[in-house]
């Protein structure tokens, strides 16, 4: 298998532009109340197909080392960029804040991703690739809509989050009070709009030269800035985040576990695990939440038990 190398990565930003440029396709979905944006790249001999649901804030254009990784190990690729964020339809006056009325409209925006866009292009067998807030969203679709993947891998999932000092119980009745006052469009209490970190002080990578080209991407891409979340999609990442824990999927699954995240809370990660009959979960040793941004000790070790797990012809494994 071809893997990015940290090493290589600025140097090989010009072949990565140039195959975006030249073979990842952008256009965007209409959806009954928002424009959606979304990009897929199918390689001339396709293996199988990965559909990814990203995390909160991400764009697509944040995946293109990926979407250039998997292109050259003959993977096609589908990526939705999530309403309110990316290069999607913003809902609020101020597109900065991080907003959704219901969860539930995510997950029936990536089900006519999926019918409209992804399978009448797909090649080969047909898997799932969720990240973070992605994850919540992909496990709720599973849940919700018919649909036709064959295994799904979470990675670092958001099946619940580290509320630091605050009591799990108190954010989710603060959450839930304020947006029943109507401040749900409102930042939540702490959030603000995009702020850029030092590598130093992010919780996110040890890969300096990924966090390079991370934030970069930000700085080129202001519609693409997004920050803190509303009361609202506060609110209802609770009660989305509740429903992974009550309604167990039943397709092959894999959980990556990021073993120094501290963004989400992995124990859900294990209770999750624990009610999916079909479940593995493998623990990265000294991984922050952006596993497939790391350096390339923890990346590389991602990545192969990606492949590993979506190579194997067995789908009841």
Not at 152 to 158: K, Q, S
Not at 252 to 264: N, R
Request: charged share 20%; proline share 2%; with cysteine.
């Amino acid at each position: 298998m071809f893997y990015s190398k940290e090493s290589k990565l600025l140097d090989n930003q010009t072949e990565i532009e140039l195959f975006w440029q030249a073979q990842v396709h952008q256009n965007t979905l209409d959806v009954s109340d928002s424009k959606l944006a979304y990009a897929y790249a199918i390689p001339e001999y396709v293996k199988y197909s990965i559909v990814i649901s990203s995390g909160r804030i991400e764009s697509l254009l944040k995946y293109k080392e990926l979407i250039w990784e998997f292109n050259k190990n003959d993977i096609a690729v589908f990526i939705l960029d999530h309403r309110g964020q990316g290069l999607s339809e913003r809902a609020l006056k101020n597109s900065q804040i991080g907003h959704i009325e219901d969860f539930s409209h995510y997950t029936a925006d990536f089900n006519q991703f999926n019918l409209q866009v992804v399978n009448k292009l797909l090649k080969g067998d047909k898997f799932l690739l969720a990240h973070s807030m992605g994850s919540a969203i992909a496990h709720n679709y599973l849940n919700t809509y018919k649909h036709t993947f064959d295994k799904v891998i979470f990675c670092a999932p958001m099946f619940g989050i580290n509320t630091g000092n605050i009591p799990l119980w108190l954010a989710k009745y603060l959450a839930y009070g304020l947006n029943k006052i109507g401040l749900g469009e409102s930042y939540a209490p702490g959030q603000s709009n995009y702020q850029e970190k030092d590598f130093s002080d992010n919780e996110l990578t040890q890969s300096k030269r990924r966090y390079q080209v991370f934030t970069e991407c930000y700085q080129n891409n202001e519609q693409i800035k997004l920050g803190g979340t509303s009361v609202a999609w506060l609110d209802s990442a609770f009660k989305s985040m509740a429903k992974v824990l009550t309604k167990p999927i039943n397709i092959p699954s894999l959980i990556l576990q990021a073993q120094s995240d501290s963004i989400v809370c992995n124990q859900a990660q294990v209770l999750a695990h624990n009610k999916m009959p079909l479940s593995k979960l493998i623990i990265l040793e000294n991984g922050k939440h952006e596993l497939l941004c790391e350096t390339d000790e923890v990346r590389e070790k991602a990545l192969s038990c990606i492949y590993e797990f979506f190579d194997t012809t067995d789908k009841g494994s």
